[in-house]
């Protein structure tokens, strides 16, 4: 693994030594001030194009509709945690959309 300093792959502006290896030869940066931003927001970094998505998690709670996963998201409020995601709205919109379609529930006559 790394020991050298390398650009946040949150904010793309500071560099930093804390990483982690999310995956062999995949290393992911995050500076103080993204991991700090982590308490009171939900992030998402893509690890497809390396976009990130970062949003209040008090926002993203309120609009949960499942239970169980409103529940988990609850039990997350207080921790610092960043999200890897396989693939964005950016990268693949076909593949994320087509995603949406296939989730939504038949409309009731």
Excluded at 59 to 85: F, N, P, R, T, W
Aim: hydrophobic share 35%; proline share 5%; charged share 25%.
């Amino acid at each position: 693994m790394k020991n050298a300093p390398g650009q946040c792959n949150i904010c793309r502006k500071e560099y930093t030594s804390m990483h982690v290896e999310i995956m062999p030869g995949v290393i992911v940066y995050v500076c103080s001030g993204c991991l700090e931003k982590a308490r009171d927001n939900f992030i998402w970094l893509c690890i497809t194009c390396g976009k990130s998505y970062i949003r209040p998690k008090q926002l993203v709670i309120s609009k949960v509709k499942d239970h169980e996963l409103k529940k988990a998201y609850m039990l997350c409020e207080g921790m610092l945690i960043i999200q890897g995601i396989d693939m964005c709205i950016a990268c693949n919109p076909e593949k994320i959309l087509e995603y949406i379609e296939t989730q939504q529930l038949p409309m009731e006559c």
